[in-house]
């Protein structure tokens, strides 16, 4: 009886009771993914304390200590109990992790232990090569560009050191006005949602229709591996459409006759106001002189007017003579003989 | 004593004699019809005027505090009628549809108005779900404070009432008065003169012209305007004839009638010489007037003040300043005048650093401001999965989850030119890494960041920038490793102990020269290998960088020049030397070449290397690109044309092979309108002119009409083909569609179909089919 007791005690401390999955690609990437790790535990329920040492070169840089750990039969996925403890080293690498939660660059060792209170003791070590990944790098479009193309391409840096099995992921919105561009990414259905990209650019997809000229939209590349997001890029803006010529002005009309009472008029290369016709169509009928010199302009645009209401609009950046800063007359004159004048300043620098 | 003398504490620049000698007339004119505050306001009026620098802001002030004085807050509504109002504005749908074995979606949004006390918030639910992506749903919803629309209400509200806007009308009375003294000036003169046989010379001036006109006519106009509507030609006439009479028949008359013809003839000629005279005299004051009134200025003046005028009771600060003064409001209304940004739900926040970067979820943040002191503060649950694109995400290397807390306040004035900031954020966290597993006995920290920054004036237009940030990581249960005593749980014991790590500072020069339209820059950035912002990421720590560049404006808005040239170094181990060097070169032009032709272009270079037993190429990029856009005009039609080029070689190893691309890439885009309608070719083709190829040579070719249909729907076809090179060859066409009733229903629906012309070997990327249709309907 005593014999077979001894055997059996014997098999058990030859038989790893404790194991420890580690996995580098996971559980390398954090001080907090060090114990997202499967522990396997061929033996009965037992209770202890859960250690992880890490060491870079054989010096310490962080311990963590689980004390009361409970480890149950069969695979232990989550380890939710007993007292966590963790403490750091005084070195630089210790002082990089306990500021950022992750491990620089370099080759580190990390031991698992299983300190049982009752039985015997598990250890395992395990060596990773911590990678920390170069920011992913938005190159084209540019940041707050305004670019003529609604079909552009989109490039970016790869990501080095490069990763296992990762493709990138492009995702395109509009951002409406007053948005920002994270609530764009919410709020509004992509325009481009294209994944598993291999290479570091994307020809605008066939399948998407034309951005719109005049929107503005904003765009980020994700790293990932399967659908874990490894790393995302800033996000950045572009603004569709250089049609600058006609956006700059600002069109308002008024009355003519509230004009002519001697409200002054800035003119930014147009004479805008708002006429109502009681005859048939014509041109209009308008000279446009200059305040002191006297002689009136040659060669102003013809300007068609209808039968009714008309919102008139004078071209006159092509006018030859007119010049920044000065202040000219337009006389319009009427169909029944009446006359309206327009004192205005004329603003347009060619 | 003059007039300006007696004002002498109102005039803060220009010199009291200037104004004395030569406005006093027209002070004693204006002293003499309207009184001395009359007088008083018009040499405030004309300091404006003249002063460089006009600003009319004490304009508002001075109306506002007159209305106020004179009419009282009882003469506006009230805004606090109802108390609770909830409006309902827009529902809608869309459905999105990959072909059958893609991706498809499906999207509701309800947008509505909350009004308490007419102060205007928005509410927006979003839900979406992606069908193929593991049935995985989810709902985003925010609350908002609509600052435009309450601005818009306090506007209405104030200028329903006309005072405020009468009187600051009235003020711009320098013209009128100026008018008037012209208009008497020149009266007085005309009847201090006694004409030979003129009657009613002051009669003849009132109709051959306007007060208005004598002011802006020359010489030659006022001449011309007297002499014609004294009818000079007619008396002019009348004399020859007579005189032709006289010497005809001067045999003939008898005496008396001769005399009496020769005395109508005096008359006349007298008459003609007077009007001449009545000219002369009208133009020499005008003369006179003008050179004392500088009148050329008070056009400009006024002009300005106009410009003033519609501008001022546009600027929400305004708005603000005269709605809490003249408006009956409760304390919750007044309040609101202070607040920029009021929101709750799944947001993004804002601070004036960039310290809080993100989205949020159930998450608050308020921001207001008083003057030149604006307050932000705000928190919420870290949220990087948010959207439909992120439904699939399981796990979360970049960002960690939990909640953060952030004050932020900053001084500036408008210009911000001596802007200062200061921001600080507190965050708990713990990395997502993986929602399969159970976190709770994963390591909790607290992570907190302190920025500071502010702006130094330099020239006319420069600023200097400084940005000092620090930060602090403490992780919960951490004891000592020697005493295993538990060191402090919260990072703000943390900082200041690894200062040099955990720093990050940026100092940057940005200007601007008129004269030589050039706006350079300059930065230059270091943070430590410690620093870590929880809402940012790894991005940017252990890292040191500048950056050099400018920007030239070509004259008469033909163009711009850009150049910038940036070197990053990365340190991400954990000795002193530097690992990685990011090297890039940017520059781009856009000229304007004529009115119908403009091009553009640019040369982009990057080159990513390790530093570690020397220098090595990771990556190397080289981008060359030019477009030009120009129209072109035919006989009864134009077209739009649109070409780009670029070449790019790249150049870099990846885990599986090398990249050693050489690609051109051409675009074409002409577009034509056709009535009201528009007609468009697009094209693109690359080519991979090397011998390995990274990007697939490709060609796309789409013609597209765009048209309307019954006035209401406007609708798009388009024929396409695409050939990338091996994997797909496809011929398709497109349907789109919309409908746009302004008051209720608006729809949008897009249909494509793409036929197979050889056998498709990634449907992911090129589906037969795609619909879309999307349905909003207005309350």
């Known amino acids: ?350 | 004593m003059s007039y300006a003398d007696k004002l002498n504490d109102t005039i803060p620049a220009i010199s009291n004699k200037e104004i004395s000698t030569q406005y006093n007339d027209f002070f004693a004119f204006i002293q003499e019809k309207y009184g001395a505050d009359s007088a008083r306001r018009m040499a405030n009026s004309i300091l404006s005027v003249m002063s460089p620098v006009m600003n009319f802001d004490h304009e508002l002030k001075d109306a506002i505090f007159e209305v106020k004085r004179i009419t009282g807050k009882d003469s506006y509504t009230s805004l606090y009628k109802n108390v609770v109002d909830v409006r309902l504005n827009e529902v809608s749908a869309g459905y999105l549809q990959f072909s059958p074995d893609g991706f498809s979606s499906l999207a509701h949004n309800i947008d509505g108005h909350l009004y308490l006390w007419n102060i205007p918030f928005s509410l927006n639910v979003f839900q979406f779900s992606n069908v193929f992506e593991k049935n995985k749903n989810s709902v985003l919803k925010n609350f908002q404070f609509d600052r435009e629309d309450y601005i818009r209400r306090l506007k209405s509200n104030l200028t329903g009432n006309k005072s405020l806007l009468n009187h600051l009308k009235s003020r711009n009375e320098l013209f009128t008065y100026v008018k008037e003294y012209y208009q008497h000036t020149l009266s007085k003169k005309i009847k201090s003169i006694s004409f030979d046989a003129l009657e009613n010379a002051d009669q003849l001036i009132n109709h051959s012209f306007s007060i208005e006109e004598y002011l802006t006519f020359n010489d030659q106009q006022i001449n011309d305007r007297i002499l014609k509507n004294a009818n000079i030609t007619v008396i002019q006439n009348e004399v020859i004839n007579k005189k032709k009479y006289l010497s005809d028949h001067q045999s003939d008359l008898n005496s008396s009638l001769s005399d009496s013809l020769l005395n109508e003839i005096t008359i006349s000629e007298n008459k003609i010489n007077d009007i001449k005279r009545l000219s002369t005299i009208a133009v020499e004051t005008k003369k006179q007037l003008d050179k004392s009134i500088s009148i050329n200025k008070i056009f400009s003046g006024q002009s300005k003040y106009a410009d003033f005028l519609s501008g001022s009771l546009n600027q929400a600060e305004n708005i603000k300043n005269a709605a809490a003064q003249l408006l009956p409001m409760n304390g919750i209304q007044r309040f609101f005048t202070m607040v920029n940004n009021f929101k709750a739900g799944d947001i993004s926040e804002e601070d004036y650093t960039g310290t809080v970067q993100g989205f949020f979820s159930n998450a608050v943040n308020l921001s207001v401001s008083k003057s030149d002191h604006h307050f932000s503060f705000g928190g919420g649950a870290l949220n990087d999965s948010y959207g439909l694109s992120n439904l699939a995400e399981t796990a979360n290397q970049h960002l960690p989850s939990g909640n953060m807390q952030f004050f932020s306040y900053s001084k500036f004035a408008d210009d911000e030119r001596n802007r200062f900031t200061v921001t600080v954020m507190n965050a708990n966290i713990k990395d997502a890494y993986s929602q399969l597993f159970n976190h709770s006995a994963v390591a909790k920290r607290n992570n907190m960041v302190g920025t500071l920054e502010k702006n130094f004036p330099v020239n006319t237009a420069g600023i200097i920038n400084v940005e000092l940030s620090t930060s602090a990581n403490q992780f919960a249960n951490e004891t000592d490793h020697l005493s295993g005593n538990a060191q402090k749980n919260i990072a703000l014991s943390q900082i200041g102990v690894d200062v040099f790590n955990t720093l990050s500072s940026k100092i940057s020069y940005s200007d601007y020269s008129p004269k030589y339209k050039l706006a350079p820059r300059v930065q230059v950035g270091y943070t430590g290998q410690g620093y870590y912002n929880a809402l940012a990421g790894n991005n940017t720590r252990g890292s040191v960088f500048y950056d050099l560049g400018f920007r030239k404006d070509f004259n008469r808005s033909k163009g711009l020049f850009n150049i910038q040239y940036r070197n990053n170094y990365y340190n991400t181990s954990a000795d002193s030397r530097f690992d990685y060097m990011n090297s890039s070169f940017n520059s781009n032009f856009q000229y304007r070449y004529s009115k119908n032709i403009r091009w553009g272009g640019g040369y982009h270079r990057s080159a990513i290397n390790t530093l570690r037993e020397g220098k090595s190429s990771l990556y190397k990029i080289n981008r060359y690109s030019v477009n030009m856009n120009n129209n072109l005009y035919f006989s009864n039609f134009f077209v739009n044309q649109h070409i780009n080029v670029n070449y790019q070689d790249i150049r870099f190893d990846r885990l599986t092979d090398s990249v050693n691309s050489n690609l051109l890439l051409l675009n074409y885009n002409v577009s034509a309108p056709v009535g009201s309608n528009n007609a468009s070719l697009f094209i693109s083709y690359n080519k991979e002119l090397g011998d390995r190829i990274y990007i697939n040579n490709l060609f796309i070719a789409e013609l597209s009409y765009q048209y309307t249909v019954k006035k209401r729907f406007t609708a798009g076809s388009s024929l396409n083909y695409n050939n990338d090179i091996g994997i797909v060859k496809q011929f398709g066409i497109r349907q789109t569609l919309s409908f746009l009733n302004n008051r209720k229903i608006s729809f949008d629906v897009s249909v494509d179909y793409k036929h197979d012309l050889i056998e498709n070997l990634n449907k992911y990327l090129y589906p037969n089919f795609r619909g879309n249709i999307s349905i909003s309907y207005k309350f």
């Open chain 1, 1 to 350: 009886m005593r014999l077979i007791v001894l055997l059996l005690l014997l098999a058990g401390k030859l038989q790893a009771q404790v194991n420890f999955v580690f996995i580098p690609e996971i559980n390398s990437r954090s001080v907090d993914a060090l114990m997202n790790i499967k522990v396997m535990n061929a033996g009965g329920t037992d209770l202890g304390d859960l250690q992880i040492d890490v060491k870079q070169k054989g010096i310490p840089v962080v311990r963590i200590i689980n004390k009361n750990f409970r480890l149950v039969s069969g695979m232990n996925t989550a380890l939710r109990n007993g007292q966590m403890s963790i403490s750091f080293y005084d070195n630089q690498v210790a002082r990089i992790v306990r500021q950022t939660g992750r491990f620089s660059e370099g080759e580190y060792e990390v031991c698992y232990s299983f300190n049982s209170y009752h039985s015997i003791s598990s250890n395992e070590c395990y060596s990773f090569d911590a990678a920390v990944l170069f920011p992913l790098q938005l190159a084209e479009p540019f940041q707050n560009q305004n670019i003529c193309e609604l079909r552009p391409d989109f490039q970016w840096n790869p990501v080095f050191p490069a990763v296992n099995n990762a493709t990138y992921s492009l995702v395109l919105v509009e951002v409406k006005p007053g948005q920002a561009p994270q609530e764009a990414f919410a709020y509004n259905l992509p325009v481009i949602h294209q994944k598993y990209i291999n290479t570091n650019m994307l020809i605008f997809p066939a399948s998407v229709k034309s951005l719109e000229e005049g929107k503005k939209y904003a765009w980020r590349v994700s790293l990932m591996t399967a659908e874990t997001v490894v790393i995302r890029s800033d996000i950045w803006t572009f603004t569709c459409g250089c049609k600058e010529e006609e956006e700059r002005f600002n069109f308002v009309f008024k009355d003519i006759e509230d004009l002519s009472k001697g409200d002054f008029y800035v003119s930014n290369g147009f004479v805008n106001f708002y006429l109502k016709n009681y005859y048939s169509d014509t041109d209009l009928n308008y000279t446009i002189s200059p305040i002191n010199a006297g002689k009136p302009l040659k060669n102003l645009p013809k300007v068609k007017i209808s039968k009714g209401d008309n919102k008139v609009s004078i071209d006159l950046r092509n006018v030859k003579n007119m010049k920044f800063d000065s202040q000219y007359i337009l006389t319009i004159h009427m169909v029944n003989g009446d006359k309206k004048t327009l004192r205005f300043v004329y603003k347009y620098e060619k």
